[in-house]
């Protein structure tokens, strides 16, 4: 071989070489950029799976939550109406019972027109004090209704302040009617 020969042989030795270094690095660069995306995607998807883990630990939260809150919220009402018809019988029999005081005959003789006033004064009495027991009922359903929301703030305020400062594991303290 001659000079020549042996400086093209050699020149494309290295030409290959250097294109056989360069598709190495190609190469090895793919290798790294596959491996990068499969660890991200694996990262990736291990936090979609954690956070489609908590969406669905907190969705059963609240779905329990709102069902005890609801079943309470239920007991309390008929609570409410249990009182109320009681209330309401109370006066009904406070009513018939002043209707049989009030038809009553009076046992005082025809001709004293003091004991007539009397008499009436005691009619206008016991309506004025019947009226009174309506409109108390009326006032301590409005005041039952009126416990009742302040209750179910307190204890959002209370969920909310706990929910805040630290996780429970548990279902948070039964609310109070009474």
């Not at 290798?31 to 489609?52: I, K, L």
């Not at 005959?105 to 005691?122: F, K, N, S, T, V």
């Not at 039952?144 to 909310?160: M, N, Y």
């Amino acid at each position: 071989m001659t000079v020549s020969t042996r400086a093209i042989a050699l020149a494309m030795l290295v030409a290959s070489a250097i294109a056989g270094a360069h598709w190495l690095k190609t190469y090895l660069i793919a290798q790294g950029d596959a491996r990068g995306a499969a660890r991200v995607q694996a990262a990736w998807d291990a936090q979609e799976a954690q956070r489609n883990a908590a969406t669905a630990r907190d969705n059963a939260t609240k779905f329990r939550n709102a069902e005890r809150l609801a079943h309470e919220d239920a007991q309390a009402q008929a609570a409410r109406h249990a009182r109320d018809a009681a209330a309401a019988a109370t006066v009904r029999g406070l009513r018939a019972e002043i209707d049989r005081l009030n038809s009553r005959p009076h046992p005082y003789p025809a001709g004293d027109a003091g004991l007539a006033a009397c008499a009436g004064e005691a009619t206008a009495a016991r309506e004025l004090f019947g009226e009174s027991a309506g409109a108390y009922q009326a006032l301590a359903a409005e005041a039952d209704g009126l416990r009742d929301q302040v209750t179910g703030l307190q204890d959002f305020a209370l969920r909310v302040c706990r929910a805040g400062s630290a996780p429970s594991s548990g279902p948070v303290a039964a609310r109070s009617r009474d």
